[in-house]
């Protein structure tokens, strides 16, 4: 049981908990994931750590609402206790002193790359980032991206906010005029690190994504979020959630994704309907 | 041979196949009391035998089951408790020993372990050991629903021990520590407790209520779990040694399922076989919507493998739904290493035997959905290292199977998160932990290893035994330091 000190939405359906568990605070680091739970029925869910404090000993995780899950966890508030919460699983970023790092952060993970930029500027990296999201309501962070990184770009696909373009434009840019590179880490929807994988491939330049096949365990003992990464299958939970973009068996990944995505409409369907019997969440 | 009555033993009353494959009720339904007093009385361990000299002795003096026993259960003296209608000295004698029983009655290979020497085996069946024993734990439970259990008062040692996993080693180190008087606390990685009993053997086999009585027996006794704690991330053996434990137990279990490593084994509808069982049995995905996380239901199931994880698949697969499941298995049924109850409820619920039969190929859809699966005919040749007749391919025997869901159940291999992240700890050329069977110690000094992680994938007592084992010599360690 840990409790909830801080619920914040970051912007329409992406929200915020600040956790308490201070054990695993001192523990984590940046790249890793926890899983929680939420209820006896309720499914275990993955979430990449976006923050912590060793000293207020919280974890922080950002979601966006889905599916029912998701959806329901959104409903849990300040005070409330999350019933299971397990980790930090995976292994770290590795956040050496590479020199010049640029941190790619789409959509709602934005917040797992605020984790690593902070952790690479810690190790003497010089961060360069860029965060993208579809429009400008669905972007968030950007004070704390700013305050770990030496320079920040920001895009959204319709030009509301910062510049026109998809990610992969001011990465290709940046990669074109520098040489000081030495590390891509792109962190966000399988497309988007597919592209960034694909745009920094020519440039030579290594490139770490962080997976997020569909999990259940998380310690390594199921196998159901094998990914295929250089020609070998590997589990993102245990030998993961990092791995090399340029070796990633990307259609596998987003094959394997979609395997439930008709039970996922079926749950999320009758909690909505379910929901507005009991009225209690009648705004949705 | 003098006291015994009759060579058949009382038969265990099960739900019919077609019934039983719909629903995920228990199949075996336990004795009445009627029945275990009749098979009670089948033991001839106190019978008396008049030798020819006038002298009388005891028919059994041996004691062959319990010798049989890896955790050495006094069986006579159990078995002679409930024929006097002595239920709680029964229930007490079993508990002295192991900690488990409802667990042990229901899925121990008695056959080949207690019963297989049974002396009334030389005249027809053995003593049905196991189903008496499940007959006394359901009788415990029974009452602890009149009367819940009190915490035992236990003087305490003032030692403190870590056990890492609550699956059935780790319960058993904890109970029997816990019982010298040693305080116990143990570290589960999942959101519940009981390990491979609660993610892994299917509910129609084992209860989940029955678990989880036998943990709150365990709590009883004064151990703390803590559940969610993944020992390697949050905290490593290492600092629980540094923080105050005076010994650490490791018994994380199997560990990482194995795959064929062949084309087309990532497609959508493949699982391992822990996969499957850990979303059926562990989340209860056979009651999505009800609960979260849901299962594939599939027509046509192919279930790669012949061991009781096997058996437990494709039962598990019929009772979700699917109109037909195969067993693929390259050797022939005389190596099918399931126990023969597993086996003959798998047939009996309709699942198919391909023998001799060996994938090399799955095939999908544009979906990603596996449709095909391409197998070869196989032959058995000389034995192999382990005694079984090694299995060639037939040259052009490649057929096709069509279906939608295949499970691998080829066994697991060691999780490297407590290897890897413990210091001094020797392992093995399989990755398992360097154990010392009889003592379940550790290269290194203060931490003790049982069950999967020390043998390799085995039975649910072979765990308890090591646990057994290893809780006395902790015991010994923890009086002595």
Known sequence: ?284 | MAGLKTAKSVSMRNQEPAERKKNFEEVALGYSEEEALTESKRCVHFAPKLLDDGRTILCCPERPCTKGCPVGVDIPDFIKAVRDGEMQKAVDILKAKNSLPGVCGRVCPQESQCQAECVVKDAGDPVEIGRLERYVADWELGQRKKSPLKDLKITPTGKKVAVVGSGPAGLTVAGDLAKNGHKVVMYEALHVAGGVLMYGIPEFRLPKDVVMSEVEYVRSLGVEIKLDHVVGKIITADELLESGYDAVFLGPGAGAPMFLNIEGENLNGIFSANEFLTRVNLMKSYLFPDYDTPVQKSRVVAVIGAGNVAMDATRCALRIGAEQVHIIYRRSMEEVPARHEEVEHALEEGVVFNILTNPIKFIGDEKGNVTEMICQKMELGEPDQSGRRRPFPIKDSEFSIKIDAAIIALGTYPNPVIPETTSELELTRWGTIKTDENTGRTSRKGIWCGGDMATGAATVISAMGAGKRAAKDMDEYLKNN
Request: one cysteine or more; glycine letters at 8%; aromatic letters at 6%.
């Open chain 1, 1 to 284: 049981m840990n409790k909830i000190l801080k619920k914040e939405i970051l912007t329409d359906k992406i929200h915020m908990f600040e956790v308490e568990a201070p054990q695993m605070a001192k523990k984590a680091r940046a790249g890793q994931f926890i899983i929680l739970k939420i209820s006896d029925k309720a499914e275990r869910i993955p979430l990449t750590i976006a923050d912590y404090d060793r000293e207020r000993g919280t974890i922080t995780i950002v979601f966006m609402e889905v599916g029912k899950s998701s959806t329901e966890l959104a409903t849990l508030n300040e005070g409330d206790y999350i019933e299971c919460f397990a980790g930090p699983l995976g292994k770290p970023t590795e956040d050496e002193n590479y020199g010049t790092v640029i941190c790619v952060g789409g959509g709602f993970a934005i917040a797992p790359i605020h984790a690593i930029a902070k952790a690479m500027k810690q190790a003497g990296n010089k961060v360069i980032t860029i965060i993208g999201a579809r429009t400008k309501h669905l972007l968030f962070w950007e004070d704390k991206i700013r305050a770990v990184s030496d320079e920040v770009t920001i895009v959204t696909d319709d030009g509301s906010y910062g510049r026109k373009a998809l990610v992969t434009e001011p990465l290709k840019e940046l990669l074109t005029e520098r040489s000081d590179v030495k590390l891509v880490v792109a962190v966000g929807p399988v497309m988007m690190m597919k592209f960034c994988s694909l745009t920094t491939k020519p440039f030579d330049i290594k490139t770490m994504v962080s997976l997020n096949p569909i999990m259940i365990d998380g310690t390594g003992m199921c196998g159901c979020c094998r990914v295929s990464v250089g020609g070998r299958t590997r589990f993102a939970c245990v030998d993961g959630p990092d791995f090399d973009g340029h070796e990633v068996d990307w259609d596998v990944l987003q094959l394997r994704q979609t395997a439930y995505i008709k039970e996922e409409k079926t749950s999320m369907d009758r909690y909505m309907s379910e929901v507005n019997k009991d009225g209690s969440r009648g705004d949705i």
